[in-house]
């Protein structure tokens, strides 16, 4: 049996309506004075908004709004931690209502807010991998995290992803084990009627990343029970939200899926299509999910086939391809390579079909010019074949 760990995981609160459980879980916890955030809108004209905010103010609680728009940034953590040491100094939690971008800005707020002021001068990007000059030393608030779209599985994890585009762009993570939220409240209620834009993006982006868990070179049992259990709930869900079949079911069974996807990234890493997200990402202004989206299909294509060509070494990966295909229900899996391929092939196939719609990548601002550079900057990460640099560049121009 081989080495392996799994790191601590949130309290997890599952269900339709769990969220009304929120004010008396932050109070049974000891919690006086959370820190709200959410994205604003999309939250806000719900029912479920009003009915939180009343049965915090029951529940006696002192506690702050703040609300987020667009991609994390430094910028906006560095706000809100500035409005929370103004408006409510004593806070001792935060709780974060939305998207990836809210639960990620919130994870770094968490962060920051539990620095004393003088460490944190500088803000938030000091502390980031890659672009800062010192390393976070893990003092965090606890955090509460609700996801309103199923995608990111930040809910899970235990990295915010803050970026800044444009030439001098970058999109960096805020890592510690200690960031693994408090506690994740999956409602399925919260999801129903997200908009099909960003249950494409963001389902997309679950699915990349539970088939990249799986065929991880790091992958685990436990990662391959979470990813198998994850592509079989979400990729059904995902076909029929997308065509138009809401329902409260589906939406759970999304909303697991980018759990689990969270949880085993957190553990198993991630392949070459996020290795694409991070450069990507700061050169423009494009969702993380529509990256995915539009990547995962041909990336997926070369993989396989890479996998195919290197013989014995490639057997394992391109055998769990086919799997993912199989449990997908797009292909048997068949036995031995050839049929593996076919399957892998397949599976390529099926998920540019599910990113029809998503756009391209000169739709965000991208040009031909740049690819090579991009393709340069991203990276394999646990993918199971390396690609050359030039094969990365030719993905990157057959999506432009
Ligand atoms: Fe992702």
Not at 338 to 360: C, I, N, P, Y
Request: charged letters at 20%; hydrophobic letters at 45%.
């Amino acid at each position: 049996m081989n080495r392996y760990t799994i790191a601590r995981q949130p309290r997890l609160i599952a269900g339709e309506d769990s969220l009304e459980g929120l004010p008396d879980l932050l109070h049974s916890d000891g919690r006086r004075a959370p820190a709200v955030i959410t994205g604003g809108r999309s939250i806000r004209g719900r029912d479920q908004w009003s009915r939180l905010v009343e049965a915090l103010m029951d529940a006696g609680l002192e506690f702050l709004e703040c609300t987020v728009r667009g991609e994390p940034s430094p910028e906006s953590v560095d706000a809100i931690v500035a409005d929370i040491r103004s408006d409510l100094p004593h806070c001792d939690a935060v709780v974060a209502i939305g998207g990836g971008s809210v639960i990620d800005t919130a994870k770094a707020v968490a962060a920051g807010v539990a620095l004393p002021a003088d460490e944190y001068g500088g803000g938030i990007v000091r502390f980031l991998e890659g672009v800062g000059d010192t390393v976070h030393p893990g003092s965090t608030l606890p955090l509460y995290a609700v996801p309103s779209t199923a995608g990111t599985g930040s809910e899970a994890t235990k990295n915010a992803v803050l970026s800044r585009t444009g030439a001098a762009g970058f999109k960096k993570s805020l890592r510690h084990d200690n960031f693994i939220p408090h506690t994740a409240i999956i409602d399925p209620l919260l999801q129903v009627g997200c908009p099909p834009a960003v249950t494409q993006a963001s389902g997309l982006d679950a699915i990349t990343q539970l088939l990249e868990v799986f065929v991880s070179r790091a992958a685990t049992p436990v990662t391959d029970a979470l990813a198998r259990e994850g592509l079989r709930r979400g990729g059904s869900a995902l076909v029929a939200l997308m065509s138009g079949e809401e329902s409260v079911a589906h939406r759970g069974d999304m909303a697991l899926a980018a759990y689990f996807s969270g949880v085993g990234l957190a553990n198993a890493g991630l392949g070459l299509v996020h290795g694409y997200a991070s450069p990507l990402g700061a050169r423009h202004d494009v969702p993380h999910g529509v990256v995915c989206g539009v990547l995962v299909g041909p990336v997926t294509a070369a993989v396989v086939r890479a996998l195919a060509a290197a013989g014995e070494e490639g057997r394992e990966g391109l055998r769990r391809y086919a799997e993912a295909a199989e449990i997908l229900g797009v292909a048997h899996a068949g036995d031995g390579p050839v049929a593996h391929l076919a399957a892998g092939e397949a599976l390529a196939a099926w998920l540019a079909k599910r990113a029809e719609g998503l756009g391209r990548l000169a739709d965000y601002g991208f040009t031909a010019a740049e690819l090579p550079e991009l393709a340069a900057a991203s990276g394999m990460k646990n993918t199971p074949v390396a690609l050359d640099e030039a094969t990365r560049t030719a993905i990157l121009q057959e999506v432009l």
